[in-house]
């Protein structure tokens, strides 16, 4: 297998550098931005590893004058974001690294939005024209690095941090926040556990497969959903079989990148319900998501009929239609070793009326294909509790 095919230059949606063992490229890229001191911001796991010291040690090297801010959560706060807003100018930083899964790039993001800001935050949120408050002339350029497959929030214009004083999880928005620069080396994904590449991998068939069900028009993002699920279909289960595939883990990357490009078309209720879930009981976003898409689906049903009969041609499945793509769904995920029930991965029902309701005021309940009560948004969280499909 010659992997230098894979080598590649995209500008679609922003500047993506494709290929194994392109990180090198990372002082370039971030001298391409104008940066002379980036703050380089990952998360604590990742922050002990070798590859954040040899990337650290290349930009030092190259005369970049780089520090390291890994001070956050698995589900990134707005009090993290402050306290990188903070490193980054006690260090006089000029650029932000975001390199890691999807906390550290929707961290890294929101700093590099918060260092030109006056307006606490939250009042970026995005509702109504929020974004409008901005002040884009104080945003600082980003370089984005992923080592995970999934959130795609490399190519995406918003960070999703969660609001400890009131347990939601916010979504923080402005187009600018799409980062100019981006490198994908399937070579930082290779030490990945299995259990972490199956449900990041899931996050990303997720974004592809809520914005291909989206009713809004944008046949563009409707075509990138579709191959992005493709290549889901193909590479996920190689992916997390044998970690070192680079191949699988290159076309993961991509897969992931093209979810997060497809979703401005919108989500849906998966990650109306994830997001709840997220904040409430600080569980795995990907495993969310990767849990609740059967029940999601069969919920969906009666208003994704045409879709799921090209989803299910497209994908060569050996049945037709809605029941083809659900088989689908339900084989790859017992595949990978996703759990059934939400009930086994520690959430229980204490909080199902509570659920219902942020779940049918959560942004991506807009674009379901079906509008669901908060009620029914409570009935279809309990389903997925039980293994009630
Ligand atoms: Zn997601």
Redesign the pocket.
């Known amino acids: 297998m010659d992997l230098n095919q894979y080598r590649m230059n995209w500008n679609y949606p922003t500047s993506i550098r494709v290929g194994a063992g392109r990180i090198v490229e990372l002082p370039a890229a971030c001298r391409t931005l104008g940066m002379s001191a980036p703050l380089l911001v990952t998360d604590p796991g990742l922050a002990a590893l070798p590859l954040i010291d040899r990337a650290l040690l290349q930009c030092r090297d190259d005369g970049l004058k780089t520090e390291l801010f890994a001070a956050i959560k698995g589900n990134p706060t707005g009090q993290n974001v402050m306290d990188g807003v903070a490193a980054f100018k006690a260090g006089g930083h000029d650029g932000v690294i975001a390199f890691g899964g999807g906390s550290a790039l929707d961290a890294g993001k929101a700093i590099a939005l918060m260092v030109g800001q006056s307006r606490p935050l939250w009042d970026f949120e995005d509702v109504g024209d929020n974004a409008g408050r901005v002040d884009v002339t104080g945003m600082a350029p980003v370089v984005a690095v992923p080592t995970t497959a999934g959130?795609g929030s490399e190519v995406g214009r918003a960070s999703v941090i969660t609001d400890e004083a009131e347990h939601v999880k916010r979504i923080i928005f402005h187009p600018r926040m799409l980062p100019a620069l981006v490198i994908l080396d399937p070579q930082l994904c290779l030490g990945l556990p299995a259990k972490i590449t199956a449900a990041t991998g899931m996050?990303a068939l997720?974004?592809s497969l809520e914005a291909y069900c989206s009713p809004l028009f944008h046949p563009m993002a409707e075509g990138i959903a579709l191959e992005g699920m493709r290549l889901v279909q193909q590479y996920l289960p190689r992916a997390v079989a044998k970690g070192s595939d680079v191949e699988a883990r290159l076309h993961m990357l991509v897969a992931s990148s093209m979810g997060a490009t497809a979703f401005q078309r919108g989500l849906g209720a998966m990650?109306a319900l994830?997001h709840p879930l997220g904040a409430l009981y600080d569980a795995h976003?990907?495993l969310l998501?990767a849990v609740l898409m059967p029940y999601v689906l069969q919920a969906n049903q009666s208003g994704i009929g045409p879709q799921m009969e090209r989803l299910a041609r497209y994908l060569n499945l050996a049945k037709p239609g809605f029941a083809g793509v659900l088989d689908w769904v339900l084989q790859l995920r017992s595949e990978i070793g996703i759990p059934h029930s939400l009930s086994e991965i520690g959430i229980d029902d204490t909080r199902i009326d509570q659920v219902g309701l942020m779940a049918e005021a959560d942004p991506s309940a807009g674009t379901n294909p079906v509008g669901f009560s908060a009620s029914e948004y409570s009935q279809l969280f309990g389903r997925a509790l039980r293994g009630q499909l």
Do not use: I, L
């Open positions: 959130t996050d997720s974004h990650h994830a976003h990907g998501n």
